[in-house]
T-cell receptor
Framework: DQQVKQNSPSLSVQEGRISILNCDYT??????FLWYKKYPAEGPTFLIS?????DKNEDGRFTVFLNKSAKHLSLHIVPSQPGDSAVYFC??????????FGKGTRLSVIA | GAVVSQHPSWVICKSGTSVKIECRSL??????MFWYRQFPKQSLMLMAT?????????EQGVEKDKFLINHASLTLSTLTVTSAHPEDSSFYIC????????????FGPGTRLTVL
């Protein structure tokens, strides 16, 4: 059973607009959530994280929102840029456990 | 579909011993497998990329003689931590992709290695 789900395999957004990537989880023990960005032929790189004690974390153009009651988090990128085109992985952990990854969403930002 | 498993899920070993971790793609053929080391809280470091039937490509700073990777079949890759030391204690995560599109990666559940 998938504990972390990214239901949209792909997303296309126009440059300058907002990109919203969604992630759902089932394990209520998860208390730390991360987003990774992956370019072709490279490993994932850490983008932004959020602890379960918060509902929002912002870093420049990137904001992650956490809705614990809905077990849902989202990554907002605004304004979107062509260089943001990549695959985005959502990951979650509970305490000292391995990260559990979603299957990724491919974002294409169209100029 | 697209399930990746790792075995063992956790292992405790004595300093100086070697530990083998397996990564299997259960329902697809993985032409490429990746090994990552997870550092506390957030950092995920790519250690090496292995293609079936060829030698692994190691990232800079990763000792290939210490972290032996074998990708002998399309469904199995192994990582052997040789002469393990306490500083090697970590989570090790593998991922696998089918075909040449390595963006589509499926991650394993991770293996927790504790070296005493």
């Amino acid at each position: 059973d998938q504990q972390v789900k990214q239901n949209s395999p792909s997303l296309s957004v126009q440059e300058g607009r907002i990109s919203i990537l969604n992630c759902d989880y089932t394990n209520s023990m998860f208390d730390y959530f991360l987003w990774y960005k992956k370019y072709p032929a490279e490993g994932p790189t850490f983008l932004i994280s959020i602890s379960s004690i918060k509902d929002k974390n912002e870093d420049g153009r990137f904001t992650v929102f956490l809705n614990k009651s809905a077990k849902h988090l989202s990554l907002h990128i605004v304004p979107s840029q062509p260089g943001d085109s990549a695959v985005y992985f959502c990951a979650a952990s509970s305490g000292n456990t391995p990260l559990v990854f979603g299957k990724g969403t491919r974002l294409s930002v169209i100029a | 579909g697209a399930v990746v498993s790792q075995h063992p899920s956790w292992v405790i070993c004595k300093s100086g011993t070697s530990v083998k971790i397996e990564c299997r793609s259960l329902d697809f053929q993985a032409t490429t497998m990746f090994w990552y080391r997870q550092f506390p809280k957030q950092s995920l470091m790519l250690m090496a990329t292995s293609n079936e039937g060829s030698k692994a490509t190691y990232e800079q700073g990763v000792e290939k003689d210490k972290f032996l990777i074998n990708h002998a079949s399309l469904t199995l890759s192994t990582l052997t931590v040789t002469s393990a030391h306490p500083e090697d204690s970590s989570f090790y995560i593998c991922s696998a992709s089918a075909g040449r599109n390595t963006d589509t990666q499926y991650f394993g559940p991770g293996t927790r290695l504790t070296v005493l």
